[in-house]
Structures are given as C-alpha cells and as structure tokens.
C-alpha cells in the first residue's frame, strides 16, 4: 500500500526508504510487521511510561468502551472525569483545584495560557496579556504554544507570525539572575511564565537545577505573575518523584499534564488549576465563563485509561523502581564519558543523555540507523542522543540498550 500519511517530525528523504509498520507492542518493546523487535527507548514520544499492553490499564479501556465511550464536558459529568479530576487535585501539594481537561499535550498548555490571560481580564487587569517561557523552551506545536516556547530548530518558519515579547534566558550555571531581571522589568504586562520544570526535552535534554524553579515560584508570586508548570514530559515519575516540581518544593499555579498521565493508552491531557484562579471565572454579576474546549475533553475512555495507569503507578511503585533503574542507567552509562566523541553525559531521573561533539552531526543518522538496524529505537536530538525508556524497563533491557548505544557511538567515533 502506498504511504499516505503526512508524517510528523520526520524528515521526507527517510520516507523514501519506508518504515517499519509497527502491530503489536509489549513491555518495552514494539514488534514490526516482519516480526521484528524493537526497544522503544524513547517510550513513544515520551508517554508509554508503563511499556506496552499493561493488562490493567488495557483491561480499563475496554470496559469502559462498552459503558460510555463519550459524553462532553461542558454542562455534564460522568464518573471517570470527576473520579480524575478529584484525584489530579490530590497529587498537587494544595489541592484546592479544579481541572480542565484537553487531549494531546499543547492543548493543555493552549487552555492554561488562556486561562491565564483571562484570568487577569476578570479581576480588571487586562493590560497583563504577556505570555512568556524559557529560550528554546517547548510546550507543543500549536500556535499559542509557539508563542511561550519556540524551539528555533523546529520552528522558524513561523517567526514572523508568532510574537515573543521577552523570554527567560536558559539559566546556565543555574544562575536565576536574568529571569529576574525580565520578570520585575515587565510584570506589569506579564500575564504569565511557562516552563518545562528541570529539563528542556525537545531542546535537547537540557537541564537546569530545582534550585531555579523555586526562585522562579518565589519571584513569580512576588510580582503576580502566574507560574505555568509545564509536566506533559516530565511528570508521572520520569525525573525520580511524582511532578519534576516537586524537586523544587513548589506549588505551581497551573500544571499540565498530558503523556504520561494515560500511560501513553489514549489522547488526554489536563490542566490544573488552583481554585484562586478558577473561582474568577464566575458569570456573575459579569460572564467571566471560559469559553475555550475541546470535543475530547475529559473523554471517558481517556480518563478511565489515566484512573488505571495511576493505580498502577501506585500499586507497582513505578516511581521508585525509576529512582532504583535510574541510578543503574548513570552508572552503566558513566563510562561513554570517557569517548573522544563525546562532549558530555547528563542526567535527570529516567533520563539519561549523551550528547555528542558538534562534529559528530554528519554521522548522526548513520548511528540511528544502525541502533534501528540492531532493534532499539532511538530518536537523537541534534547531536543529542538519549535514553527515556518506559520506567518498567529491566535490568537486561536497559543495560543493553546502553551497550549497543556505546557500542554503535564507538564505531563512528
Ligand atoms: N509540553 C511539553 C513539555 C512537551 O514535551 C510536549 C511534547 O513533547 C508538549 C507540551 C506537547 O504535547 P503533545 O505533543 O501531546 O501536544
């Protein structure tokens, strides 16, 4: 059959070559077609953080499929959505929350944005419109998320359409002096700060120390700007603790969630939101209504597959089996530090990074290919290439992965 699909993130003279077609997945792995196996290192974009089949949260999907497969959000309920929504509330250090849901990761950050923006115009302060994040920060692909977070390698076609009125610089060396800066400088306007907490992923694993996050909570709650906890990548255990913010001891105004949250099992994201934000969204005496939603918004399928994954992440200690494998993968991945072609290793919890010379960057593809060749699946950024595998990855798994990685990076080197 020819190839129809428009794909993603896929540069167009590997679709020439043609793809392996994945069907069936288990564990941490994904089988092809021709029965080939291959490690899904990157756990499918960042989301399959329990592997494949999880036989308790497939077995909550289907059960609820022959209940009630959709019933919307907007002036209705159904049990799994308010089940959810109490249970997201209670994972947040205060949980006086409500939470409005969406279905892929950046339309999450779209309804945060907008709630932050709207939340100034209700109490009257609508000169407070400014939306701004980390420099190459990253909060999704539409238009709105472009806006707070622009990775220039993905997203320059669109610079002239999308406005940045300031941006926080990466703090380097952790130094939060120059968020500062930009913070007290336009408080006035800003209407809230995106980040992606302790690690720029698609910027390339770039990582930054708690330390910052809380000076940047503090600092934001100084000048009444509204802080934005970016968690589509970083939540549900990846960085060794439930949220990544809860390294820095913070408690976010609004925090987004999205992959992970389902296990990667179905679209559903969400946006939590304290109640002092929430409550001045009333109608009266003026409509302050949100008018903002998304036909899958707290879809029963989706929160039946997030209320599974969530037992499951309890009831396994998918959390602290991370924290015991992460510190395997640092020390199993320490000795690739010692290459000539290696600039530098990092790591945050289930994340472990290799980021190679500047030039290294011709031989990128052919290292990707050959690891795709010996079944692992992994996708470099830029010179970057990473281990985020489903936190249920084994001891045999993982380590070798990271064999054929050194391996594979050996032989071009
Ligand atoms: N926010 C962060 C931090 C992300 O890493 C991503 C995706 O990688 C998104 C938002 C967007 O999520 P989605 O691709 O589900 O729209």
Same mark, same amino acid.
């Given at each position: 059959m020819k190839n129809k699909i428009f794909h993603p993130y896929t540069p167009f003279s590997a679709i020439e070559k043609g793809f392996p077609n994945m069907v069936r997945g288990e564990g941490v792995y994904l089988f092809d077609d021709a029965g080939k196996r291959y490690v899904d290192i990157v756990s499918s974009w960042w989301a399959c953080a329990l592997g494949h089949g999880n036989p308790k949260v497939v077995k909550a999907i289907q059960e609820q499929a022959g209940v009630l497969q959709h019933s919307i959000t907007g002036s209705l309920t159904h049990p799994n959505v308010l089940a959810l929504a109490d249970r997201l509330a209670g994972l947040m $250090?205060? $949980?006086d929350r409500h939470t409005l849901f969406a279905s892929d990761g950046c339309s999450a950050v779209e309804a945060a944005l907008k709630i932050a923006v709207q939340y100034w115009y209700n109490l009257g302060r609508t000169e407070k419109t400014w939306l701004i994040g980390m *420099?190459? =920060? !990253? &909060? +999704? *692909?539409?238009l709105g998320a472009l806006g707070a977070g622009f990775v220039d390698d993905f997203h320059k076609p669109f610079e002239k359409i999308v406005s940045h009125p300031a941006k926080l610089p #990466?703090?380097?060396? +952790? *130094? #939060?002096t120059a968020s500062q800066k930009v913070i007290e400088k336009h408080k006035d306007q800003l209407a809230a700060v995106i980040v992606e907490p302790l690690c720029l992923g698609s910027a390339g694993m770039k990582i930054y120390p708690a330390d910052y996050l809380k000076q940047l909570a503090d600092c934001c709650a100084t000048n009444d700007v509204l802080l934005i906890v970016d968690e589509v990548a970083m939540g549900f255990g990846r960085t060794g603790k439930r949220f990544a913010f809860n390294h820095a001891g913070i408690d976010p105004d609004m925090v987004t969630v999205g992959k992970a949250l389902t296990a990667g099992y179905m679209p559903l994201s969400a946006c939590i939101v304290k109640d002092s934000i929430y409550n001045t969204f009333s109608d009266s005496p003026e409509d302050h209504t949100f008018y903002h939603g998304n036909? !899958?918004? =707290? &879809?029963p399928i989706g929160c039946a597959a997030a209320l599974a994954a969530l037992d499951v992440y309890e009831a396994n200690g998918t959390v602290e089996h991370g924290v015991e494998m992460a510190e395997k993968m640092k020390q199993w991945m320490l000795p690739m530090a010692e290459l000539d072609c290696v600039k530098e290793l990092r790591f945050l919890g289930m994340i472990g990074v290799v980021e190679l010379k500047p030039e290294m960057r011709s031989v990128i593809t052919k290292i990707k290919q050959s690891l795709f060749e010996q079944g692992y699946l992994f996708r470099p950024l830029g010179t970057v290439f990473y281990l985020m595998p489903p936190l249920i990855i084994t001891d045999d798994e993982l380590r070798s992965s990271i064999y054929a990685l050194q391996q594979t990076i050996e032989e071009f080197c």
């Open positions: $250090p205060s $949980p *420099d190459q =920060g !990253y &909060h +999704g *692909d539409s #990466f703090p380097l060396n +952790g *130094d #939060f036909t !899958y918004a =707290g &879809h």
